[in-house]
């Protein structure tokens, strides 16, 4: 650090404790960071986020209930700052401080300087015989990650939350970069950012699609994990998080600058604008630093036994819930008010309308059981704001009890990987699938009725960022890693056994043909479930990663989108645009409560269900204990069901549907039912003939492979 005189110190305040993080109030900033056990805390003035050194350390003396504080009139928006935190060095009993370290704040608004891997980044010395239980002196300002002060003011004009209804949200998974990276029509200089996910080439994409909720990869600042680096690859997912307040830089025009930012919120204020709804994916479970091995970047050095969670025999190891090496402390208050601080900032601040949280049973876990009524849940549906957005959980995690599909609590949603599993069994055309194939076709009301939620409860998907994408599940048995550099050991096993007679690329036209009738069949069941369909961005225009199903550190053309589209590909997107049309159209598909009940063979009125066999009577024991019955017919009686339109205040009445789903590999005569008020049927789609017009329709051959869908007219 250079010499500076007295005089050259700016001048300190008492400040205040609250809000944690650097406050500029339109005058000075007000500093304030968390730390139960340090025993000295210094703030550090950097020039510029080049700066090799600060130029200037700044002692707060001022500590109110274990946070830090003080104001400095002189500093404004764009200064560079960062922390050296001093504490006992007591791996054994949890305490990891290390003032050689300068770490970046927690509540970090804006993150100017990434990362720049070297070996003072530790906090113990690599390659020492104590290995970390060795305290390593090496100054690490030079290549820290460094935060900023932010002017938060923005002409956010008459922007407000769409607020779509759940029953009538379509959510589109996509990444920032990997959407925009190639896209034709977007200005170079924009693409992979923010400010390309709001250009009009990219909204106007999603709007003629009709999906709802972009629900964005993980924007929250990330750090690229060394040994990718040492590998020759990147984290492009960006799970391993950092900073819960900071946009990710990498997706910045200007990575160096504030204005990250305000380049944030204008892209929120784009796609509000078109109607669409911002769903984050956040990574409260864990942090980039790691195992106790990792480096000292920011929580480890600040506080490093209140915000992990560390094993009760020998508190130099932690707890991992997520096979990244660490697991925040939902149990310490402080931790949890960073995590509420952080949902409520990205609400109020930055205008999102919701959040898919990351391997969220590790959230819920208190001890060593994963409890749905944690701390976590209850402060979550007590607050006033968090409340009130879209909530959805990625309901497992790698430890013991971690699965937890459909026992989180009321206000959430969940990813439904009982719904990927069996819709893609059941198209696969396996045996023995009818019973949990209707059952996850109608809302799963098994895994939520109970609890008192409702069929949108379940997200409905069959393919997201992890795994294959559609393209590549219908054209692959088996995965092709040889990339990601662990000679194919790593990502899901998988043999989908899809029989379409040769695996990747192909110009046999039969396969290339049958391969399209499938990704038909999945998204015309996808758009036709009851609950929450979830589209992974791509798959609508045949997006492939040439089978590698774990393409989290391929920042390169193997994930990117490819938008340069055949006939083919234009002809799947037109189809997938119809079946998204058709879904908002039918509010039997949209319905806000569970199926109550089912037709009796007399004849009786029909209350809102059926199943029918082939042969055009109910289904019965018999035709449910066949193993080998892979075809069946659901009716939705949409009779009952009124709802008033939002844009026209005219009140919709509902329509009944007839779904026929045929698995097999042959052609199966389907008798449609006889009752009087089950005539006149129109096909509306046929993922046979995808261009087929809507004609009457009352039975006959359903091709293999077949979903049809008929609407009473």
Known sequence: M?????ESVPLVTVGKPAPLGATWDGVGTNFAIFSEHATKVELCLFDSADSKEESQRIELTNETAFVWHGYLATVKPGQVYGYRIHGPYEPHNGHRFNPNKVLVDPYAKSVVRSVDWDDSLFGYTIGSEEEDLSFDERDSAAFAPLGAVIDPSFEWGDDKPPATPWNHTIIYEAHVKGMTKTHPEVPENLRGTYAGIAHPAIISHLSKLGITALELMPVHHRVNDRSYIDRGLNDYWGYNTLSFFAPDTRFASNPKSVDQVREFKSMVKALHAAGIEVILDVV?????????????????????????????????YYMDYTGCGNSLNMVHPKVIQTIMDSLRYWITEMHVDGFRFDLASTLARELYDVDHLSAFFDVIHQDPVISQVKLIAEPWDLGEGGYQVGNFPILWTEWNGKYRDTVREFVKGDAGQLGDFCTRLTGSSDLYEHSGRRPFASINFVTCHDGFTLQDLVSYNEKHNEANGEENRDGESHNSSWNCGAEGETTDKKIIALRFQQKRNFMALLLFSIGVPMISGGDELGRTQGGNNNGYCQDNEISWYQWDLDEDDRKFFAFVQKLIAIRK???????????????????????????????????????????????IGVLFDGQPIKEMDPLTSVERQGKSLFLIANASHTTVPFKLPSYKYLKNWEILIDTSQPERKV???????VPPRTIILLERR
């Open 284 to 316: 409260y479970n864990h942090t980039i630093e790691g195992s106790h091995f990792g480096p000292t970047l920011s929580f480890r050095g600040v506080d490093n036994v209140s915000y992990y969670r560390t094993m009760e025999d020998d508190r130099r």
């Open 585 to 631: 159209d039918q509010l039997v598909i949209q319905r806000k409560d569970f199926f109550k009940g089912e037709v009796e063979e007399d004849g009786k009125p029909i209350k809102d269900v059926a199943w029918f066999a082939p042969h055009g009577k109910p289904m019965g024991d018999a035709e449910w204990k066949n193993s080998e019955g892979k075809c």
């Open 2 to 6: 250079q010499d500076v005189s007295a």
């Open 695 to 701: 004609e009457v329709w009352n039975g006959g051959d």
